[in-house]
């Protein structure tokens, strides 16, 4: 009996997924845009936007905090990395580009990067664990400006030149969702690119080597790319973009890959509706990922070889909490919306 309680529950847990979640919005309290979003838990969740502002909710989003970082209110932080109600992390895409690390639930804030070269522009933050992680930045000098922390975001290492391919001429990442940057399996880290060519970068030893992988997306425009990727494991992951100034192509938009980010395959007419900026597993799924760009939000059950409509309220960025059950989506305006998952 114990045993068939207990296939039951899994059945139950496996099969809730394979159904739509129900959409929420949840009033922020704030007009920024907001492209930076991490979800620590089902009841902790951070984002961060225009105008220096970050938001902070520790009970699932009935109540957000606002707050502006001191003495960066002209700053555009699209990215941030939350561990938990009190820690976090935020980068400010644009000049100045600096990083800034909390641990008072934002009472206070400490800039622990400031770029002096007036090149550097932030695109995205991932980590690993609480401790390492990585910040990603477009070409400084013929090469992206890639850091390093290992101690939680309080401070943060160069990742020498030599180390890396050299950016081609125009190419960039695209500061869309936090999320061109991802890390998966120890050690491994990845980031796409968009321009002359769409790549993607990879690293297998914890960021300190690189390699360049040409993916078959087209590099149509300077606006044509990889604007946000994910993985369900170490090997099975989707990378997203298209062009955001064709919101609306269904077509030269999405790439899935099966060995780790080391090659890509093209899908076309897959039901995705347009370019999209956001992309996030939902984890205890099998192989169910939620993508989101100015248009709309798709959901996929399949690993995303194929994806149906979930709403037409376009959003920017996806973040999922570790059990699944709830994830959220930001926006223009203040835009927030709760994914629930029965």
């Not at 970082?69 to 109600?85: M, N, P, Y």
């Amino acid at each position: 009996m114990r045993i068939l309680s207990f296939f039951i529950f899994i059945f139950s847990f496996t099969a809730s997924f394979a159904q739509p979640p129900h959409l929420k919005e949840q009033p922020s309290g704030s007009q920024s845009s907001l492209r930076g979003l991490s979800a620590v838990s089902d009841k902790i969740v951070w984002a961060s936007g225009t105008e220096g502002q970050f938001l902070r909710t520790t009970d699932g989003g009935k109540n957000w905090q606002k707050g502006t970082v001191t003495g960066a209110d002209s700053l555009d932080f699209r990215d941030i990395q939350a561990f938990s109600a009190t820690e976090a992390v935020v980068a400010s895409a644009g000049q100045p580009a600096r990083i800034y690390h909390t641990t008072d639930a934002g009472k206070s804030w400490k800039m622990v990067y400031d770029d002096k070269t007036g090149q550097a522009f932030f695109d995205a933050l991932a980590f690993w664990n609480n401790e390492e992680g990585m910040a990603m930045s477009d070409p400084v000098n013929g090469y992206f400006l890639l850091l390093k922390t290992e101690d939680g975001g309080k401070s943060w290492k160069k990742i020498e030149k030599k180390k890396l391919p050299p950016a081609l001429e125009g190419e960039a990442g695209f500061a869309a969702s936090g999320t061109g940057l991802v890390t998966i399996a120890p050690d491994v880290a990845l980031f796409g690119t968009g321009g002359p060519a769409v790549r993607v970068f990879r690293s297998a030893t914890g960021g300190e080597s690189w390699e360049a992988y040409t993916t078959p997306m087209e590099a149509a425009t300077p606006s044509t790319g990889i604007y946000s990727m994910a993985f369900k494991d170490s090997l099975h992951g989707i990378a997203l973009g298209g062009d955001y100034t064709q919101p609306n192509a269904t077509t030269n938009h999405l790439l899935l890959s099966s060995d780790g980010g080391k090659s890509w395959q093209r899908v076309d007419h897959s039901g995705l509706r347009g370019y999209r900026s956001g992309v996030a597993f939902v984890p205890g799924s099998t192989n169910t990922y939620i993508a989101a760009g100015t248009n709309g939000i798709d959901i996929s059950y399949d690993g995303g070889k194929s994806w149906s409509p979930l709403s037409d309220t376009g959003m920017h960025a996806i973040s999922f909490s570790t059990s699944g059950r709830n994830g959220w989506a930001s926006g223009a305006k203040g835009k927030i919306i709760k994914f629930i998952f029965n």
